[in-house]
């Protein structure tokens, strides 16, 4: 079967937890001959064009005057160690900004190893975002080869921390539900999802998602695959149920509209037909992967 793996789901670096705690070990390795580093601003990745560039040496940071302070462990593969920095805005003037999402429509990276990216991106955003203590308002600092803040006066650790999103195959026989968010461009419809709430188990989050939104009750509730989602720091988690009926109850704050689409239209509307009034995520999201595997049982 085709797509088994969602985008980002793969990564195959050894992430060196042990060489966290030591940071002349981590010095080390960041100095390393072959040693190669991953530059983001947000949720672009910086790309030299020019030669399909996308890991750059320790020579290019120093060039480019980036903080080392800054500098997260990745992680090894082949014996070669990956690291990634944000550049924070900086312009450097041979290298162009590409969203992510955009980027893995290029040919520059193999699909094995996109999920270093979502890596890379994910934890950057925590950094990005976790400048301050939570506790005490005092700037926090960079530890641990990037995988944990202190915060200096108030003592507390933080951990990069990821959010989990449940996204789900509905079915009915056949049949499975699609939804159009508020915030999805006219045709665009796909698998309903929403974040997990505190105290909740996977399961009951999907169940009461497709309640709140489409006024159906779930049973059968199964865990399917997961995706990093690196925007900002998601775990998207693909699950499946049945629907206990078809009759749909919207929740027009969320949901514009739902439809339930046969097995073989949906086969066909994957396969690229446009003879359908709706269309179904790119091949970058998870909704697509839980699609094709209903339709290829
Ligand atoms: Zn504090």
């Not at 990216?117 to 925590?126: D, F, G, I, K, P």
Request: net charge negative; aromatic share 12%.
């Amino acid at each position: 079967m085709k797509n088994l793996y969602p985008y980002f789901s793969q990564n195959p670096l050894d992430r060196l937890d042990q060489v966290r705690y030591d940071y002349d070990d981590f010095l080390e390795l960041i100095k390393a001959k072959g040693s190669l580093f991953l530059l983001f601003d947000a949720s672009d990745i910086l790309v030299d064009e020019k030669n399909k560039k996308t890991f750059f040496t320790y020579e290019n940071i120093e060039e480019y005057n980036l903080n080392k302070e800054d500098i997260v462990l990745l992680g090894r593969f082949e014996n070669v160690n990956y690291f990634t920095i944000s550049v924070q805005n900086k312009q450097i003037k041979e290298l162009n900004k590409i969203s992510l999402r955009e980027f893995v429509n290029f040919d520059y990276i193999n699909e094995d190893k996109l999920g270093i990216l979502a890596q890379a991106c994910s934890v950057l955003n925590w950094h990005n975002s976790h400048k301050f203590c939570s506790s005490c308002g005092k700037q926090t600092i960079i530890k641990r080869a990037g995988w944990k803040r202190d915060c200096p006066s108030c003592k507390k650790e933080h951990f990069p921390r990821v959010d989990s999103v449940v996204i789900m195959l509905v079915t009915f026989g056949d049949y499975c539900l699609i939804g159009q968010g508020v915030n999805f461009k006219e045709n665009r419809y796909s698998c309903l999802a929403g974040y997990v709430e505190s105290g909740e188990t996977l399961e009951d989050a999907a169940k009461r998602e497709l309640f709140e939104e489409a006024g159906i009750i779930g049973y059968e509730v199964e865990y399917m695959f997961s995706q990093p989602w690196p925007f900002p720091s998601t775990l998207m988690v693909g699950m499946r149920m049945k629907a206990a009926s078809q009759e749909l109850k919207l929740d027009k704050k969320e949901i514009a509209d739902a439809i339930w689409v046969h097995k073989n239209d949906m086969r066909k509307v994957l396969n690229g037909s446009c003879e359908y009034d709706f269309s179904i995520p790119s091949k970058i999201a998870i909704a697509r992967n839980l699609l094709e595997v209903w339709v290829n049982e």
